[in-house]
């Protein structure tokens, strides 16, 4: 369906903290054509896109309309992998593959106090995870046959998880040179 030339573009969700940006940097690494990893949550304060600072949430509220424009001739040529806890607002037509990381509860209570997150925060998440927020917006937001939901629970998880996209990509580059 694409015409990205430069690479697939490949969005990395989930929950915060069910490894999102381990999995993108690893497979940027590892992938056999060039991916950008645009941690959208950086990415965005890096540009000032963000419109407020939720006090008791301890979280920002991003400027979506302008962060979509900014990102939109990135992703326009492909090679990207967008990390980011929500997917829904990217345009359908981006994505080429939907990753959707998912964690045992326990561990990613364990994960998000590490970040030392306030509690609401951490409960709030927490409630997420088992409620399958981002796999239900996924799933409603592109074709079933680009969404995949993996484990990532532990080291091994993570190394089979992006053999398995590299693999999808050595896939879509074969696809792309018909
Ligand atoms: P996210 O980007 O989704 O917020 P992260 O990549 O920063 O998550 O990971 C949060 C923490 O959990 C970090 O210390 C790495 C660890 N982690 C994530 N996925 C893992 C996995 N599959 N195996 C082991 N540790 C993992």
């Not at 345009?91 to 998000?112: F, K, Q, S």
């Amino acid at each position: 369906m694409t015409s990205h030339t430069k690479g697939p573009v490949i969005i990395v969700t989930g929950t915060p903290g069910t490894g999102k940006t381990t999995h993108s940097q690893l497979l940027a690494g590892e992938s056999p054509v060039p991916l950008k990893h645009i941690n959208i949550g950086q990415w965005a304060k890096e540009r000032d896109l963000y419109e407020s600072y939720d006090e008791e949430w301890q979280s920002h509220a991003v400027d979506e309309d302008r962060l979509l424009d900014e990102l939109e001739p990135i992703v326009a040529e492909g090679g990207v992998i967008l990390d980011w806890h929500t997917c829904e607002l990217f345009p359908e037509r981006w994505a080429d593959l939907v990753v959707v990381l998912r964690c045992d509860h326990t561990e990613l209570w364990n994960r998000l106090e590490k970040r030392a997150y306030p509690l609401k925060k951490i409960q709030e998440n927490n409630q997420a995870e088992i409620m399958e927020v981002v796999l239900d917006e996924a799933r409603s937001s592109y074709a079933a046959e680009i969404v995949v939901e993996l484990k990532s629970e532990g080291t091994e998880d993570l190394e089979s998880n992006v053999a398995r996209i590299v693999q999808w990509i050595n896939t879509w580059i074969k696809d792309s040179e018909k």
